[in-house]
């Protein structure tokens, strides 16, 4: 347990980040505290790196929203003036941390007051010792070496209450090292791939990691760590295991179609103020932003709600079924209002209130699939005139 947030043991993978606020600023750091829990973050690390954040620590503790972790690098001391604080977990660095009875002091007062300690290995800032065994490099076997000697050694003081890292810049040196963990502990791991960058491609090379050993079972807590606000750590957190099916969907799930030859509507624009009209609106749907009626609702038949374009107005579809046309530049609102409906009363409820304009919308649907599949034929994204092109270029 890491406050009352449990970890490992088959409880639902967390979400954690970390404050970029000086921890002795309580006040902005509750504030970005605040931000990342509505954001969906389970557990948050704040630095604990001078006396001053150990009393920030203090303040902020009491009033968080969600459990707080110190995050320890180099001074043992820090690690004791957190827990005199009150926070609900340590992350220790082994790589900035190497005295043994310095570890082992801070592992009995941890265990004292029955907090947990991620022990933290970096592949940036490994310890020497296992560095320089693997020929001075940052092997997956280094890494995992350094963290079974941590816990050696809060074995000596018969403490247990450990989850592990060992994050690395390189995905497929990470995915390596946590396969190796896993395989040699049975400690909750925390997931990460450290200095992922800034987002989409941070985004992209942290996911690759973590949803690939997700996807192998292995991970009970993870973190993006990407050079952006930390909320968006926390967004990307969430999605993924809202994607993955790990946790329950809390806001809305935009799907879109790719957007073809065939599209009605500028694709791209409707979908992006779909998703700025639903915001942060805790509506935990499926809904679809189709550009054509051609193909639209029956792509989108397993969404819970859709729109799909179709001669300057909209099709709203409500499980694959249409169930009413709006003008165009109604189709956002339209959505959202549809939306909040299913939200609070159920599909069911909506077909039903769609019972007068159902078979006018079917109609409807129907005439503009036909005028479009007429005007644009089958080869709606006009391949063989791309083919055509080709050949003469190539003489
Ligand atoms: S066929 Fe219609 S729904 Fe499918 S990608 Fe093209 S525009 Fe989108």
Redesign the pocket.
Known sequence: MVGDVPVGGGAPITIQSMTITKTADHEATLQQIYGLAAAGCDIVRCTCNEPEAAEGLARIVPRSPVPIIADIHHQYRRALEALEAGVHGLRLNPGNIRKPEHIKTVAREAKDRGIPIRIGVNGGSLDPAPYDKYGGKVTPEAMVESALQEIAYFEEVDFDLIKISVKASSVPLMIEAYRQLSEATDHPLHLGVTEAGPPPAGILKATAGIATLLAEGIGDTIRYSLTADPVEEAKAGRQLLEAMGLRERKNIDLIA???????EVD?YTVAQDAMTAFGEREIPLQVAV???V???PG?ARDADLGI?AGNKRGHLFVKGQNVMVVPEDEMVDTLVEWAEFIHEHGADAALEKARATKDAARKAAQEDRDRNLGERGED?NESEAVIAEIRRSEG
């Open positions: 179609c790719p957007s073809c030859g065939r599209a694709v189709m550009g054509c051609v193909n639209g792509e799909a709606a």
